[in-house]
């Protein structure tokens, strides 16, 4: 008879369970990634305006200041954006790691169950073969022993033919 877990589903649950948050978890990667490459976009725009501001007319300076200005407040916002999905990020991997637990949890009692339903088929076989090398002696015993009276039988019968 083949092993069957009987927490099989509960297994299968937790697996899907798992995946469904690795997904999660790779969405909120690919945010985290995409905040970061709009700061790098305005950190290069900041650097941009800079460079531009530098060799520009005199009457523009205010209006390059001002620019700047929106820059930096935009950098902070996007900052803030940034640390505000890597808290998702980090809070949806804390789950993530919680759920991989469960799954190995199950699946390390599995595993034992399996090991010992194993062991237990083991036994039982032996037990099998020795019940059966035990009937095989015994069986084996009673022919000898029929044998032997047959042939003391046969001794005897010829040893009074003899006397006779």
Known sequence: MPFVYRLQKI???RIRKKEEQLLVVQKAQQEVFLAEQRIRENEAEIQQTIENRRTADYKMMEYYDKYL?????KADAL???RARLQAILDEEKAKLVKLEQAVKVL???KEKQKEAYLEEEKAKEL???SEIGVQRFFIHSQEKKEEDAELRKIIEETEM???E
Do not use: P, S, V
């Open 127 to 129: 037990k099998q073969f």
């Open 11 to 13: 297994l299968d649950f």
């Open 161 to 163: 033919e003899y006397m």
């Open 69 to 73: 200005h929106h820059l930096w407040d």
């Open 107 to 109: 699946e390390k009692h």
């Open 79 to 81: 900052e803030a954006e």
